[in-house]
């Protein structure tokens, strides 16, 4: 997608059909096969449709199924913006994040690669190895009948969201406020696994590798591997999954395993999870080093350039909330607006989230429900009441547990990462 600008399926299509076909199912229909892609590109596109399709081998080349070929939506997504094609990154509108538990079909999209081809748990394993006593091979069948499988309500966040409202522009995807959801988590606890590999004593990082490849198509060229530090590898709450909301992993979400790193950017959440191994330096795999996944250890002027080496990786996220009820541009005649949103603070809890309708002159503190468990988003409502006729801003500020508050303004960095300046919707009452 050139320049960020949405474009519907039926327009790619239209312009390269081959790449089309290569993005969409990660390979190309060969024209003496009009269309119909055997084997693992058969087994995506059902996926992706949700049924078997009876008479695949019939599809043209050039056509595919109408499920996937609305306007600016992605198979198995409900009304998701979708970003970019190259890699496929989608967001989910606020309005469309109103559940306490995100749906799979509105959990927002970001990859950094080419997915695989295969999604299927059968025959899929994991390597657990390098700085550990008992190197370990698992397939998903033995990670749910060695190791506990518990379930969590846990809050995935791009880095990067937000990043559309820099200025100057920060390159890159121009996520607004809906690279962020709240799934259920099925599968088994991470530092379980290691645990069980045998950490030796001189590890300080976990590095990730996951089966998409990078864009350039390179074999054995990874698009992304990431880690963290070991200590957070060990927090109890991280994941090795196999489920959202009770049904496997949506393809573009990662299936049919991958990481859940909750409170850390997403990025850390590895996809598609094929290998960790453990090392004795901070990973240096790709997207871990220059100033990927990391910010200035200093404010910055905006626009201003930063050396490298003032650069410090990411770790935990900041504090932040949205509104997702009413849809900003809401209109009353009542002058009452039922308020409703999400908030969320990295490694830390929520304690309080706070709204305004005076442009900040003045605040109330609402009603904030607990999280269903550590790093689960934490809902608010409220029942604002606008004095008179006109157009006002409802604003929210969340407070974490450690007193830190979101900002008003934007804290600029050149990478646009970590963007948790308040978020505001525009009401009128008519």
Known sequence: MTDNKMRGLFELYEEDEDRADKLLFGRVAKPDRRGFLRGAGLTTMSALVGA??????????????????????????????????????????????????????????????????????????????????TPLNLTIDDLKSKFEVVTEALTIECGGNGRGFFNPPAKGNQWTLGAVACSNWT???????????????????????????????????????????????????????????????????????????????????????????????????????????????????????????????????PVKSLITSPQTGATTNTGIVEIHGHAWAGDDKVASVDLSIDFGATWVTVNLGEPVNPYAWQSFSAEVSLPKKGYYEVWARATSDKGVAQPHAIAWNPKGYLNNSMHRIAVRSV
Not at 220 to 226: C, E, P, Q
């Open 187 to 317: 599968g088994v606890r991470l530092a379980d696994v290691l645990k069980a590999a045998g950490i030796k004593d001189n590890v300080i990082y976990t590095a990730h590798v996951g089966a998409d490849t990078h864009l350039s198509g390179k074999p054995g060229k990874l698009a992304i591997s990431r880690g963290v530090p070991i200590e957070k590898a060990l927090n109890p709450h991280n994941l090795i999954a196999f489920e959202q909301n009770g049904q496997p992993i949506h393809p573009m979400n990662g299936a049919p395993l991958r990481l859940v790193v909750p409170g850390w950017p997403g990025s850390c959440s590895q996809k598609w999870l094929k290998r960790i191994y453990l090392r004795d330096v901070v990973h240096d795999g790709p997207k871990m080093t220059g100033t990927a996944y990391r910010v200035p250890n200093r404010p910055v002027e905006p626009g201003e350039k930063v050396p490298k080496k003032d650069f410090d990786i990411i770790h935990a996220m």
């Open 52 to 133: 078997a399709i009876p008479f695949s081998a019939n599809i043209p080349a050039g056509f595919i199924p109408v499920a996937l070929a609305d306007e600016d939506k992605v198979v198995g997504k409900d009304g998701l913006t979708v970003l970019n094609d190259r890699p496929l990154n989608a967001e989910t509108p606020p309005h469309l994040l109103n559940d306490d538990i995100t749906p799979t079909a509105r959990h927002f999209i970001r990859n950094n690669g080419i997915p695989p081809e295969e999604f299927s748990p059968d025959g899929w394993s994991l390597t657990i190895d390098g700085l550990v006593n």
